[in-house]
């Protein structure tokens, strides 16, 4: 969909809030909403002015796409977190309403951006977050070993549906529970 482009800050604009952040010794940002962040125009810009003013980045993204461009300045991040939401491609797609073949690039991109991590021995955090909903209730298990032990993050986030589009039955809740404690 197209945005109005005029109602977001551009990259000059962010530099100076950071700046502001600075001077009232806010450590923290996080830089996530309103669409893929990789996507911003101006995100180079906008991360490096974070970094300028010393504050901890943490961003969350779906993965779909991380540009090259960004890599230098997510290795200076304090954490990346990726909203996956599920262990396999049909459900991705049923889910995000996207081409299934993406989830299979966003594994990749994960994997990539690890592998850089651990090679340039860097402290950024990499996390995913499930939002557990009727399409992958079942999956928490499965979920948990494809991102921790297969693909190589560092944690799993579970996150109830906060929007209630998915309220489970005991048994469905009892499940989920029972999933929860094994991870």
Excluded: C, W
Excluded at 2 to 16: F, G, H, V
Excluded at 57 to 84: A, D, H, K, Q, W
């Amino acid at each position: 969909k197209s945005r109005d482009s005029s109602k977001y800050l551009k990259p000059d604009e962010y530099a100076s809030l950071f700046e502001e952040f600075a001077r009232l010794n806010i450590l923290n940002s996080s830089i996530s909403g309103g669409g893929e962040p990789f996507l911003a125009k101006g995100i180079e810009q906008i991360l490096s002015s974070a970094l300028a003013n010393r504050l901890s980045i943490r961003i969350v993204s779906n993965g779909n796409y991380i540009p090259n461009t960004i890599i230098e300045y997510l290795m200076r991040s304090s954490e990346i977190r990726f909203s996956i939401d599920t262990d396999n491609s049909g459900t991705y797609s049923r889910i995000r309403q996207v081409p299934a073949a993406l989830f299979d690039r966003t594994i990749r991109n994960i994997g990539n951006l690890i592998e850089v991590r651990n090679n340039l021995e860097s402290d950024l955090q990499v996390g995913s977050t499930f939002i557990i909903n009727h399409e992958n209730a079942a999956q928490i298990t499965s979920f948990a070993d494809l991102m921790l032990n297969e693909v190589g993050i560092d944690k799993v986030i579970y996150k109830r549906d906060v929007y209630e589009l998915y309220i489970p039955n005991i048994n469905q809740s009892m499940e989920v529970e029972i999933q929860l404690r094994d991870v």
